[in-house]
């Protein structure tokens, strides 16, 4: 076991958002010497990512949901607002953003995105407990070997040194006790551009930063062709439409979905509906289960539209989506799996629709256009077939629909950031490797991520293969069978917020254990030793059982050695629940001193929970599988998402008195 002194390490791939998140919970949760390698491929990327960095973000482009919920902790919903109201460095800030007074249903520049985790991170640095350190390092993680006492990852780092010819990568080895990947979205190429991936008038990613000067350089009568109709192509036709441009944008749709506006005030909410039962029965076929959801979905939609007349008409789908999400996963068990890969597939784009909506900021501008009657922008509906160079010079781009086939020439095509979501084909050596060693498996059911288990460990062939964990785009799949997520909901902000709370805090847990462990090694006989090892086992540790457990299973097992109780009930009662909310808000403090007084009066309810065994070893060893029993349920609570963040805040006994009158 690689360590700094006595610290053990964690290493983290991705320094984006998922990565950086992640992060910033190990320093806040560690109650012991750690050290977090957090390490990231690309400098531009730390703290953003390919979302959020700035050379991909100019300062037209905003967040696709409002400000408020824009904040890295779920537990404080206002924190980003409060950041960029009171902390942010404007200094180099346009108008109208140097002088705005964000507000929580609002918009916010991207951009700034990237200073406001930096900020976080570093705040997160300096209320870490003594002896746990953050190490920021910059390569590419390539492969990874699970030993007996950790993991070797293979980084490579560019030397920079003399020529191009000269500038091989230096390649180093890196011994970690946990593994964290949190690598973000993969580039898929898409197959209808092979013939202009480098030509000068075709852009492959427009958050990039070549992307991004091509758009802004444009000449303004330019005709551009922007294949898909998804967020992103709002952000490239509204950049264009907000400079000047006149000339035709063409957004060209296979399935013709365009994305609603939030209407103004907007509030994430969760409602209580009915489950949509017709949705449980078997499946037939493709044909008879959508006229199930169909009429589910009316049902749903009128019920909504009755019942909750305060929920405006423009976000009801959101609120019916939100809703069956804890019954999909039961329906989804009912599809084969090639028929609901086929599902995905056909209704992923309308699915991310029904979920998600655009920001009037962004959307307004477009709509204009799209609407007035020599509108700039026109909705072409139809598969790409091929784009290829022209005899004009400009591009040509193939569009089939069901009535007819056309092409486009245009001066300009942007092509969407196509992610890659089967890991099967993704081209970087990480994954290969990852693959062929067995440690990480594309996830069955759906195509889409890697197999984890219920906290995020990664699953092999075999089960798990070793001590790495995965947050964020990796999850989807899991996510849509596991969690009935749909759209970007399986992998944006809101799912990074609970895997990096659970993640780290397993982490943690499995760190602990592996010290503990060692000492005990040192004190007892190798007798008494094993004894003790199967205690923590029994408790559920992901690393060692692919099935994992819910702190419910670990309860009832731990609550039947306490004084009389032997079910969860009892053992959820009183003390026990003091414990488990005094825990989640040790988890959600930032400040070092709030949480040192939380773990204090934490250890004290511990101690006073049921009979404890006379012996004092025994005691000890009481009072740790306690502990972890409480904080899996207190990570249960935090990433509970049956509630809104503000009634979770409530829950918790953290609501401002402002919030409590909500």
């Not at 758009?215 to 005709?223: A, D, F, N």
């Not at 990852?434 to 699953?459: K, N, S």
Request: charged share 25%; proline share 5%; aromatic share 6%.
């Amino acid at each position: 076991m690689s360590r700094t002194g006595t610290r053990p390490r964690v290493l983290i791939v991705g320094a984006g958002l998922a990565g950086t998140a992640t992060a910033i919970r190990l320093l806040c949760f560690a109650r012991r010497p750690l050290e977090i390698v957090l390490l990231e491929r690309r400098s531009d990327y730390r703290s953003a990512g390919v979302a959020y960095h700035r050379d991909g973000n100019p300062w037209d482009y905003v967040f696709n949901i409002q400000a408020g919920r824009m904040s890295v902790f779920r537990e404080d919903v206002l924190d980003f607002v409060r950041w960029a109201n009171h902390e942010a460095d404007r200094s180099g800030w346009p108008e109208p953003w140097a002088g705005l007074r964000f507000v929580e249903q609002g918009p916010a520049p991207r951009r700034i995105f990237q200073d406001y985790l930096s900020d976080r991170l570093a705040e997160a640095r300096r209320e870490a407990l003594p002896g746990v350190v953050l190490v920021e390092a910059e390569g590419e993680a390539v492969d990874l070997e699970v030993r007996p006492t950790g993991v070797d990852v293979t980084i490579e780092q560019s030397s920079g040194r003399g020529g191009e010819a000269d500038r091989s990568p230096a390649v180093t080895v890196l011994r970690a006790d946990q593994v964290v990947l949190a690598t973000g979205l993969e580039l898929r190429e898409p197959v209808f551009a092979s013939e202009v991936r480098t030509h000068a008038s075709f852009v492959r990613n427009p958050y990039s930063a070549a992307g991004i000067r091509k758009l802004v350089s444009l000449p303004s009568e330019s005709t551009v062709a922007i294949v898909g109709s998804v967020l992103s192509a709002y952000d490239s036709a509204g950049l264009l439409l907000r400079q000047g441009h006149t000339g035709r944008i063409h957004l060209i749709s296979r399935t013709g979905t365009m994305f609603r506006t939030y209407p103004g005030g907007h509030e994430h909410g969760v409602l209580r509906l009915p489950c949509p039962k017709t949705l449980l029965e078997p499946y037939r076929n493709r044909e008879e289960f959508l006229v199930r959801i169909r009429a589910e979905w009316d049902t749903a939609c009128s019920t909504v539209v009755r019942e909750h007349p305060d929920v405006s008409p423009v976000v009801v789908a959101e609120r019916v989506v939100k809703a069956w999400e804890p019954h999909l996963p039961e329906a989804i068990e009912r599809i084969p799996t090639a028929e609901l890969r086929g599902l995905l597939d056909e209704f992923g784009t309308a699915l991310a629709a029904l979920r998600v909506g655009v920001l009037e900021y962004t959307m307004a501008v477009v709509e204009r256009a799209l609407h007035a009657a020599d509108g700039a922008v026109r909705l072409v509906v139809g598969k790409v077939e091929a784009v290829r160079p022209a005899e004009s010079g400009r591009l040509a781009v193939s569009v089939a629909s069901p009535q007819e086939e056309h092409t486009i020439e245009a001066d300009l095509v942007v092509s969407n950031f196509g992610r890659e979501s089967d890991y099967s084909r993704v081209d970087r050596p990480l994954w290969r490797n990852l693959l062929r060693r067995g440690i990480a498996e594309p996830h069955a059911r759906t195509g889409r991520g890697l197999e984890v288990d219920g906290r995020g460990v990664l699953l092999g062939p075999g089960g798990v293969a070793g001590p790495v964990s995965a947050v964020g785009a990796l999850r989807e799949g899991d996510e849509i069978v596991r969690n009935g997520r749909t759209g970007a909901f399986t992998f944006n902000l809101a799912a990074i917020k609970n895997h990096s709370i659970a993640v780290a805090a397993h982490v943690i847990e499995q760190l602990e254990v592996e010290e503990d462990v060692s000492a005990r090694i040192a004190e007892r006989s190798s007798a008494r030793t094993s004894e003790w090892t199967s205690e923590w086992t029994s408790v559920g540790s992901p690393a060692r059982s692919t099935a994992g457990s819910t702190a419910g299973r670990t309860a009832e097992s731990v609550a039947g050695r306490r004084g009389g109780v032997g079910n969860l009930e009892e053992a959820a009662r009183g003390e026990f629940e003091d414990a488990v909310v005094l825990e989640a808000r040790r988890l959600a403090s930032r400040g070092r001193i709030e949480r040192n007084l939380l773990d204090s009066r934490l250890d004290a309810c511990i101690r006073s929970m049921g009979e404890r065994p006379a012996a004092a070893v025994d005691a000890a060893r009481y009072d740790r599988l306690m502990r972890a029993v409480v904080n899996r349920a207190a990570v249960e609570r935090l990433t509970d998402v049956s509630v809104t963040p503000r009634q979770l805040r409530r829950q918790l006994g953290m609501a401002t008195a402002e919030e409590q009158e909500e």
